[in-house]
């Protein structure tokens, strides 16, 4: 980098980052760690490890804040938490909202997850309802027939999520008049287990999902084209979510060459499905498998850092 130093900044950046190329002052707070927001889910805790370690690269010390949902937005406004990589659009609750118009948080944009959420059924059903992956599938009385069970006939069953998370789908079909029956699930195992059997078994299923999940790196699904909405609220309308960055408003200031970094850091769902099927199935360590995608894909990462650095 063509710039020059003085000696009593030649002098810090000797003794306080070897011979790197940046100087302190465009690296900022190197001596105060940088606080990612690790929350509840594994999809977020692989993006929080692999935009620490990211940092670390570029000269950070990266240190990782166990934090819920909802209640982090503010510890993020308040500056407690310095960034949070995960931030998925559909489910901000009311604060997120709000300190972002106040400017107290600033959004980095998308994480790059291609994000879904909605119907899914076991591929070898495109056999049975041909067609699949259209909703007025839903309506075929030989579809339905297949999908019914001793609890919902003449109605087809239908796999909901748990009754705690609110059942977005039995209001859509009961929007569409769809001769489908909504059953809660006991939890999310219980449905990845539903869905392992009825694709050993090839047992006819529906059910709501989302994605990135790593039960999608295991087995083929289809996802079905949704029925109309009634209007574009939650309640009526299930839309793909947007997944974004954000970082506490003074962050670009502190952390000049950080904010470049995670500014400029994407993940894909490939990528992260495979690292939840490694970390929620077989039992690998986070730390193991987000270490491993550094490993892996330096010639992804390394010209985010080294743009950031020059």
Known sequence: MAKKLTAAMTALVLVGFGSGPMSAAELGAVDEPIKVAMLEWTGAQISAQIAGKLLEKAGYKAEYITAGNYPHFQGLADGEISASVEIWLNNVGEVYPKVLEAGKIEDLGSLGLKTNEGWIYPKFMEELCPALPSWEALNDPDCVAHLASPDTLPNGRFLDYPADWGSRAATIIADNNLPLTAVPSGSEGA???????????????????????????????????????????????????????????????KWPAAYEVLKALQISTEDQQAMMLAIDDKGQSLDAVTTEWIDNNEALWRPWVDAALN
């Open 191 to 253: 449905m990845i287990a539903e869905l392992r059997a009825a694709v050993a078994a090839k047992t006819p299923l529906v059910m709501m999902f989302w994605a990135p999940h790593f039960i999608l790196a295991e087995v083929e699904v289809g996802w079905i084209d949704m029925p109309p909405c009634v209007d574009q609220s939650n309640e009526h309308c299930i839309m793909p979510p947007d997944v974004n960055k954000a970082v506490w408003s003074g962050f670009s200031e």
